[in-house]
């Protein structure tokens, strides 16, 4: 239906979306997440989340080999008809939407609790929405290039966890496998969250230059992910002693706060800042992929007109309602489960029925 | 044309967003004051005190006090607003000076929530305890010392580079409480003849109860024993099978230490929880006042010091077991190596490791004499 010359994007731009969608703001609370479960096991868990993650991206990736020229709702309506398509294509809208929503009122949430806590929400929210707006409706190219630059731009900030470890006690970690394995299962629960954002390949997969490279991006995408992950949630543990550890509401802003230069104090409020840029990559490729659904349902080319909409539902929106941390919290709950069947069991039935499909062809014509 | 409405809307909503600056303070309608401190007054009412500096040429004492009385911080900062020119700005002490009587009762750890709490308050002052009363200190203003916070700071730093105090941040204080298997150490000051300084560590229980001082020369063992010591710190003994020729102390010998190595060995045995901690130090010998070949008999030099040095190790776990603390943090070796047992008596950690069977053996070896024979 759509042509994809000249909106493609490059297995690097692939690797930032992915990674991008992942992190966000979801990295912000996991070492908190998982050592609720685990204590300092925490960590082990991450290693089998990104096993089912790696599960989750390679079947999707299965799934759209079947119909590389097109999107998942091409797909859809190939093999089952039209209705299947507009049905999916409106759960994956809501379901951008969800994760774009949750990113946007966890920036602002943040942003309100450090660095700006008298400015009003809808006013955050409208700053927030201007530059997405300028990137996503120029396309998808654009908001590839984008997660591109921000990934370039933000390389340096590892270095400035590493300089907390002044502080680290490394006994903190000891022993592995203190309450045994089941504690351990449990926290792969909340690496679920963190690891949504897989799904964009879906839509992205038609526009990828190269698309044999497509699994192995999958497999760049969530290492990275994962390392990130693991490099953050093993300074933390370091950092705090294991109580506090399940008290700090976001700690990865939390260990910024003993960091001391003599030029500067409360070095946390540039970094916020700074991680706007990266939280940004979860709603500014949501927002685009939420606008392409619609549009497809309406057989439209552009996504001017959903887009627009969309903008001023949401300014409008958050001036009359805006949620709280625990409401915020809970739609994150929701999400774990939204996300587990979207992104792990879909994709995976999905490719179940397409191969055997293709199988019973196979064996009719062989009749 | 659409593109250009576009422009335009997009132009008045930012313009209008930009003007709601409204919450903008200027510099010279803010205090800022840089020591906050707690004490209690006779009558067991919670008092808190400021100081900030006063930049104005026309006023010849530099720094401001504020004082009240307040059920919490936080509830104190109408009474602080009531008291100077400017609206206090209480983000960014450099030191929270504690009252000694505030730390006979339990509790004063969670005045401080606010600290951690407010998201725009840092964490990196140094909490130091007052031996005496905090009112004394602040209003002390000697005419030859610097301002009281920068005094403060600048003591507390400086020592603790060297090892002979600790630097406890709130921060740190934090994770002090909180763990289980360590109990809170800070710094302590106290003005005598008219001057402020630093006595050395005080030690406090888990429910925040002050227990005890160690001086400079058991701070750097503390810190030694934490594997935190800094490297250049130095430490004086007494050899008693040196002769003394009163009233100098002539059998003493000095050395500063290069590289420390602590290792600890934990185990859980009979019900008791057994520490073996092996310290092994390379020094330069700084002075020794008496008489001894170095060049030829090192080897027994180094076995003195050893000696002196083992000793004084374990008169200090025994003075930590005696007051019931555990600044060390052996009970985070214990949660490492023997978690079940420590899982347990976590609760209760100080008491449990007051009957643990600690063993602390040094040994010294001599890297270098000095330019003298």
Not at chain 1, 264 to 276: A, D, G, N, Q
Request: aromatic residues 14%; contains cysteine; glycine residues 6%.
């Amino acid at each position: 239906m759509n042509s994809y010359v000249g909106k493609q994007i490059t297995l690097f731009q692939f690797i930032s979306i992915i990674s991008g969608s992942q992190v966000s703001v979801a990295v912000l609370n996991l070492p908190r997440k998982l050592s609720e479960a685990a204590d300092t096991d925490g960590w082990i868990a991450l290693i089998i989340g990104w096993a089912l993650s790696l599960i989750a991206g390679l079947a999707i990736v299965g799934v759209m080999k079947y119909y590389p020229n097109g999107t998942l709702f091409d797909l859809l309506s190939e093999y089952m008809g039209r209705w299947a398509g507009v049905l999916a294509a409106m759960l994956f809208a809501l379901y951008f939407f969800y994760l774009m929503y949750d990113g946007l009122v966890r920036t602002i949430l943040v942003t309100k609790t450090w660095l700006l806590p008298t400015t009003q929400s809808f006013v955050l929210m409208s700053l927030l929405l201007i530059p997405a707006y300028s990137i996503v409706r120029h396309g998808i190219r654009n908001v590839a290039r984008y997660a591109e630059l921000i990934i370039w731009i933000s390389l340096w900030i590892p270095f400035v966890y590493i300089y907390t470890l002044k502080h680290a006690h490394w006994v903190y970690l000891l022993p592995l496998l203190k309450e045994g394995w089941l504690p351990i299962l449990t926290a792969v629960k909340a690496t679920i969250y963190p690891m949504l954002g897989m799904v964009s390949i879906f839509i992205l997969y038609p526009h990828l230059k190269y698309k044999e490279y497509a699994t192995k991006g999958i497999v760049i995408a969530n290492s990275i992910t994962m390392l990130l992950y693991l490099f953050v949630t093993i300074i933390c543990y370091v950092y705090f002693s294991p109580e506090e550890s399940h008290l700090f509401n976001d700690p990865v802003i939390s260990v910024l706060k003993s960091i001391e230069f003599k030029f500067i104090e409360r070095i946390e409020v540039p970094f916020i800042s700074f991680y706007l840029f990266i939280f940004s990559l979860i709603w500014i490729p949501m927002m685009y992929l939420l606008t392409y659904c619609i549009a497809w349902i309406f057989k439209r080319e552009s996504i001017g007109i959903p887009l627009r909409l969309l903008i001023i539902l949401l300014a409008v929106g958050t001036f009359f309602y805006f949620p709280t941390y625990n409401i915020n919290n809970f739609l994150v709950r929701q999400l774990f489960w939204v996300g587990l069947i979207l992104e792990y069991i879909f994709p995976v039935c999905l490719l179940c029925y397409l191969w055997l499909s293709k199988f019973w062809k196979e064996e009719r014509s062989s009749l | 044309m659409s593109s250009s409405i576009t422009r335009i809307t997009l132009f008045i909503v930012i313009m209008l967003l930009l003007s709601s600056c409204s919450d903008q303070l200027n510099l010279e309608n803010a205090t800022t004051p840089l020591v906050l401190g707690m004490d209690l007054d006779k009558n067991k009412k919670f008092h808190f005190y400021l100081t900030a500096p006063v930049f104005s040429n026309r006023i010849k004492k530099k720094s401001i006090e504020m004082t009240g009385t307040a059920k919490t911080l936080r509830q104190s900062r109408s009474e602080q607003d009531a008291q100077t020119a400017g609206s206090t700005q209480g983000r960014n002490y450099q030191v929270i000076l504690l009252g000694r009587r505030m730390l006979n009762y339990e509790g004063w750890f969670q005045m401080l929530d606010v600290i951690y709490r407010d998201a725009r308050n840092t964490v990196t002052d140094r909490v130091i305890v007052v031996d005496g009363s905090v009112p004394e200190m602040l209003y002390l203003n000697p005419p030859d010392q610097p301002m009281l916070p920068i005094l403060l700071r600048g003591m507390v730093d400086s020592t603790s580079s060297h090892s002979e105090t600790v630097s406890t941040t709130a921060h740190e204080l934090h994770r002090q409480f909180l763990d289980k298997g360590i109990t809170p150490y800070f710094s302590q000051v106290k003005i005598i003849g008219g001057k402020v300084r630093i006595q050395g560590t005080a030690l406090v229980s888990k429910a925040g109860i002050y227990k005890g001082m160690l001086d400079a020369q058991e701070t750097v063992l503390l810190r030694i024993l934490q594997k935190n010591a800094s490297p250049g710190f130095s430490l004086s003994y007494q050899l008693p099978e040196e002769p003394k020729k009163s009233p100098f102390s002539t059998n003493t010998v000095s050395f500063s230490a290069g590289k420390v190595k602590t290792k600890i060995k934990t185990s859980f045995k009979n019900n008791r929880f057994k520490y073996d901690i092996k310290v092994s130090m390379v020094v330069g010998l700084s002075e020794h006042l008496f008489p001894f070949d170095v060049f030829n008999d090192s080897k027994r030099l180094e076995d003195m010091i050893g000696q002196q040095v083992t000793d004084h190790f374990n008169a200090l776990i025994a003075k930590f077991q005696k007051l019931k603390v555990d600044p060390i943090g052996l009970g985070v070796y214990a949660r490492a190596y023997e978690y079940k047992a420590f899982k347990k008596v976590e609760d209760d950690w100080a008491e449990v490791l007051s009957q643990a069977d600690i063993t602390v053996s040094a040994k010294v070896t001599i890297a270098s004499m000095g330019p003298i024979k």
